[in-house]
Nanobody, 118 residues
Framework: QVQLVESGGGLVQAGGSLRLSCAASGRIFIINAMDWYRQAPGKQRELVATITSGGSTNYADSVKGRFTISRGNAKNTVYLQMNSLKPEDTAVYYC????????????WGQGTQVTVSS
């Protein structure tokens, strides 16, 4: 019914930038919030950034000042602009949506790999 598809991952040198995209499709009534999570090898998945339907944002301390979350004009797309990347940012990045279809549920994308070389 609802699909979230991420894109934009890749390999970048430390200090570089990447922009991730996540597009939600399907029988969507309302998208209440969209988040970016990441999971590094051997570590738990962690919240990176959140944006609400009203445009409020929140960031993990580790990415504040370097990453920016934003939504597209159609509101069903979310971006994560990542600047000044560090090797410790290496992880699989996942998009998550809090989406109302018939009831409100959490939906996850398949993930996109970000690798930052030193």
């Amino acid at each position: 019914q609802v699909q979230l598809v991420e894109s934009g991952g890749g390999l970048v040198q430390a200090g570089g930038s990447l922009r991730l995209s996540c597009a939600a499709s399907g029988r969507i009534f309302i998208i209440n919030a969209m988040d970016w999570y990441r999971q590094a090898p051997g570590k738990q998945r962690e919240l990176v950034a959140t944006i609400t339907s009203g445009g409020s944002t929140n960031y993990a301390d580790s990415v504040k000042g370097r990453f920016t979350i934003s939504r597209g004009n159609a509101k069903n797309t979310v971006y994560l602009q990542m600047n000044s990347l560090k090797p410790e940012d290496t992880a699989v990045y996942y998009c998550r949506g809090t989406i109302l279809v018939d009831i409100q549920r959490l939906y996850w994308g398949q993930g996109t790999q970000v690798t930052v070389s030193s």
